[in-house]
């Protein structure tokens, strides 16, 4: 079945440094999701990207798709500390209604 | 703004016991999904339904029923609990198949 991998797993920054968490896929994917998910909280979703090599930008967050659709990245530019929280990735192959999502990154940000 | 609510927080139940877990939105969306969430696995979806009465299993349907008579409500069921059916579960809804999920706060359930 499809698998999402997430990279790294954990990751603590300093106030001020940037961010970045890697998405890869076993296939290719229609389209890709990402969450982000505050301690104590629940997903809450962030951006979609569907086109081929798509970039989208939100303040200081930045996705990616690439270019074959089988990864995806969530960069953020100075971190702050209300940026705290695990971030999912999640993806659907083709027709497929299934989300399958990566097993998250927490992010811890010293301030 | 689209809310998503599950019956309970917390929730202790017995080895064996029958379990339902509620999830109600109001935001008329088609589909509606349970996921349960443990460290270092990520969620995963055990069951989804696109409509009034139709369900689709997930990645780990195992142990689990799910019922949706109603379009705004959608239960998980548990025949029988299991200490290994310890868990976060979440309940999500989403307006389109393929668009973003709307996730409530969930619910901690403790098998003993």
């Known amino acids: 079945g499809q698998q999402v991998m997430q990279i790294p797993q954990y990751q603590h920054v300093q106030e001020g440094e940037d961010f970045t968490t890697y998405c890869n896929s076993s296939t290719t994917l229609s389209n890709i999701q990402w969450y982000k998910q505050r301690p104590g909280g629940h997903p809450v979703f962030l951006i979609q990207l569907v086109k081929s090599g798509e970039v989208k930008k939100q303040k200081r967050l930045t996705f990616q798709f690439g270019e074959a659709k089988k990864n995806s990245s969530l960069h953020i530019t100075a971190t702050q500390t209300t940026d705290v929280g695990t971030y999912f990735c999640a993806g659907r192959g083709g027709s497929n209604y299934k989300l399958t999502f990566g097993k998250g990154t927490l992010l811890t940000v010293n301030p | 703004d689209v809310k998503v609510t599950q019956s309970s927080r917390y929730l202790v139940k017995r080895t064996g016991e029958k379990v339902f877990l509620e999830c109600v939105q109001d935001m008329d969306h088609e589909n509606m999904f349970w996921y349960r969430q443990d460290p270092g696995l990520g969620l995963r979806l055990i069951y989804f339904?696109?409509?009034?009465?139709?369900?689709e299993k997930g990645d780990i349907p195992e142990g689990y029923s799910v019922s949706r008579e109603k379009k705004e409500r959608f239960s998980l069921i548990l025949e029988s609990a299991s200490t290994n059916q310890t868990s976060m579960y979440l309940c999500a809804s989403s307006l389109e198949a393929y668009g973003e999920q709307y996730f409530g706060p969930g619910t901690r359930l403790t098998v003993t």
């Open positions: 339904s696109y409509d009034v009465k139709m369900k």
